[in-house]
């Protein structure tokens, strides 16, 4: 039969496990502005044709490039209140291995696309993630059992078995920040984009547990 509840002791522990990322997805969106829908899908296209070259330049293979979106939309000109022209919008993810990658994916793109580019942001992750897992996943028991510990012998009682473990992980805390060791730049025809210092910044590896004791 089931142990009785009151005869349970439930703890959650927590353990983390602080790593540089080396792996970065720099989000970038190319947008072309143009009276027709026709018009503006085909400078857009001309354009990725154009962005993707200049990446396989830096040695980005097409495996690393992935297409997140495709939006048309209308533009409506606030001043003569009716739409004015289309908006054809195409969402970029570039998944590179080092800060020095990363920073040549920018340059590239920046050169060639020039004031068509939007760059939203950096997502850095970690290309093998599972080894972290399991040392936060250790630490975490290992936390919730000197919880319990401690519980079980402020109340008196003696800590018994397990009876069920349920467990979460997450990755976060990344921020990409300037920094002076890691710069890029890259030009094109005439246009020269400036070094730009890049951080990795740091991402915690945290696991979660929360584990059911019998107590004697």
Not at 157 to 176: D, F, H, N, Y
Request: hydrophobic share 45%; net charge negative.
């Amino acid at each position: 039969c089931p142990m009785d509840e009151s005869r349970q002791l439930r703890v959650v522990g927590d353990g983390s496990v602080a790593a540089t990322p080396d792996r970065f997805v720099l989000l970038a969106t190319l947008n072309a502005m143009a009276e027709s829908a026709a018009d503006a899908l085909t400078e857009v296209t001309q354009m990725v044709s154009s962005a993707i070259t200049a990446l396989k330049d830096r040695e980005i293979p097409e495996t690393s490039l992935k297409t997140q979106n495709l939006l048309l939309n209308d533009w409506f000109d606030k001043a003569q209140l009716r739409v004015t022209a289309r908006v054809a919008s195409y969402e970029l993810e570039v998944t590179v291995n080092s800060v020095e990658e990363l920073g040549g994916a920018a340059a590239a793109l920046t050169a060639e696309v020039g004031a068509h580019l939007q760059l939203r942001g950096i997502r850095p992750t970690l290309s093998e993630p599972d080894p972290l897992y399991s040392e936060a996943q250790k630490r975490a028991v290992a936390n919730a059992r000197a919880k319990a510990e401690t519980l079980a012998d402020a109340a008196g009682v003696a800590l018994g078995p397990i009876l069920s473990i349920e467990e979460q992980r997450t990755i976060g805390g990344g921020q990409v920040r300037a920094m002076s060791t890691a710069s890029f730049s890259a030009g094109s025809g005439q246009v020269v984009v400036p070094p730009v210092p890049i951080e990795p910044g740091t991402l915690s590896v945290r696991a979660f547990v929360s584990i059911i004791y019998g107590i004697e």
